[in-house]
């Protein structure tokens, strides 16, 4: 998400593809209109391609009284552009992969400290209960990852 500010005397238009980056895909134009006893802003919205729409609308005309609604509509739309953007192609494998590897961390994290005390090869060991449970650096898939883990977990016996 990006915001541009631009000044009241600019006319040139503003041009999305001048700013090359994969990871913006919302822009946000702001202009000032109209003197400063009556300050309004022109509001235009741009987003790349695979990214879905998103709400508010903006009404026709494009141009708004600086009030309370105006801040309240920029930040509902502003924080929905950010929201559609994150489920666009490029971020949506990226957000995948990242809660793999969270996920992978707080498992590998989890076996290491509830088995501070046993040896590498004792029966209760992280290694082992990594061969048993089916976990390995190659894993792939949330679902099957954690089934493995519930179906062999060792048994605790009093």
Not at 25 to 50: E, M
Not at 84 to 89: E, F, I, N, V, W
Not at 122 to 147: D, H, M, Y
């Amino acid at each position: 998400m990006i915001v541009i500010f631009q000044e009241a005397d600019v006319t040139e238009p503003f041009d999305p593809a001048k700013i090359k980056s994969q990871f913006n895909h919302v822009f946000c134009v702001v202009q000032p209109v109209g003197t400063a006893d009556n300050r309004q802003y022109k509001i235009a919205f741009s987003s790349k391609l695979g990214t879905l729409p998103y709400g508010p609308l903006l009404p026709p005309g494009g141009i708004y009284p600086k009030n309370d609604h105006l801040r309240e509509f920029l930040l509902y739309k502003l924080i929905n552009g950010e929201r559609a953007a994150m489920y666009a192609p490029d971020f949506k494998g990226k957000g995948i992969n990242t809660r793999k590897m969270v996920l992978k961390d707080i498992v590998d994290k989890y076996l290491k400290d509830t088995v501070p005390e046993a040896g590498p090869m004792s029966p209760g060991s992280s290694s082992n209960l990594r061969k048993e449970s089916g976990i390995s650096e190659k894993s792939t898939g949330v679902k099957t990852f954690i089934g493995k883990i519930f179906k062999k977990s060792p048994s605790i016996s009093k």
